[in-house]
């Protein structure tokens, strides 16, 4: 049965509040400007980065972002530094890298990752609003490596994983690109692990069910980009979808479970983990949602993915927009099984 998108959204500076969008352009890299910025602390005296997620920062929910011409406009909602909250941080969606000063930094172990620093005023800004410093950092030119088995399945079976890995990710270009043999590798921004991340309102509804009815689970604490109905698919089911058409001509391939952690415990009005039931959301889904053997203490909730692009009915670029139609292409006969090493 045929299903719609509900809701896109993206998040240039990564671990800051999404933002909905009515259509977005989707290319290998995912939803255009998505995790294009991220946030690290710096820790005192060897100014070692540290990566900001809400798991771990969960402040980082009190920053409100919006893309106006050309620029992200961030601003704080949080309790404390209220004398600071009127005033808006605008930050280029494009800067110019030549003006930046090139620095490593490390996400998920697919690094040292090459990025720029932002600089003064935009690590001002927000060091005085979280009261340590931050380093805002841009992935510019950056290409973060895809690690594990994260690849798209087809890939993965054409080539054993003992080969070297040159020749399964020179397989991979070929095959999510488009590409024949053009020496590109897959790479992501910040991105956790893929460009993109598909979830269900059937599995939502689910949550929610184990909520009081007065509280339900907003989707926005999953953090995805793509919102499906999952209308006749029911809760769970795309934990086997291997393949998404949307509009019958833009192919998604699901290739990896997200594992979920304290993240979606946090109230992203305190920006602290939220009290009664909804700070306990983690533990109700352990319960029944540990379901991957790869990371078998952490539930699931929703899907990695890849955009298909370089397809003979679709440009490397394609538009998705809310109310497009979903039709699910290829089923998985097993579960994949989680598999990115360091995490």
Known sequence: MTM??????????????GI??????????????????????????DEELKKMQVDSHPQCALFEQQMLHETISVRHHGPEHQDHDDQALVIPLNPDIA??????????GSAPSSAYSMGAPYDDWFSARFGFPVKLVYIGDGKRAVLGNTLPPK????????????GWLSSLTSYVTGKEEQGEKPW??????????????????????????????????????IVVDGQGQGAWAEDLWAELTVEKKHKLLLTGNCVRCVSVNVDYETGKPAA?????????????????AGSKWSPVFGRYGF??????????????????EVEVTKRNTDRTVWDWPGL
């Open 4 to 17: 719609k998108i509900t809701t896109l959204y993206v998040y240039p500076i990564k671990a800051l509040r």
């Open 20 to 45: 909905k969008l009515q259509s977005a352009s989707v290319g290998p890299q995912g939803i255009a400007h998505d995790r294009a910025f991220m946030l690290f602390q710096v820790s005192e005296p």
């Open 99 to 108: 003006s930046l000063s090139r620095i490593n930094v490390n996400l998920h």
């Open 155 to 166: 890939q993965q079976q054409q080539q054993p994983r003992a080969q070297p890995k040159s």
């Open 188 to 225: 992501i921004t910040f991105t956790d692990v893929a460009p993109l991340l598909v979830t269900s309102e059937a599995s939502l509804h689910d949550v929610s069910a184990r909520l009081p009815p007065d509280e339900p689970m907003p989707m926005y604490k999953f953090r995805p980009n």
């Open 276 to 292: 009664g039931e909804l700070g306990s959301v983690l533990k109700k889904l352990m319960k029944d949602r540990r379901v991957d």
């Open 307 to 324: 955009p298909a692009a370089g397809q003979a009915d679709q440009s490397e670029n394609f538009e998705l927009r809310v109310g497009d």
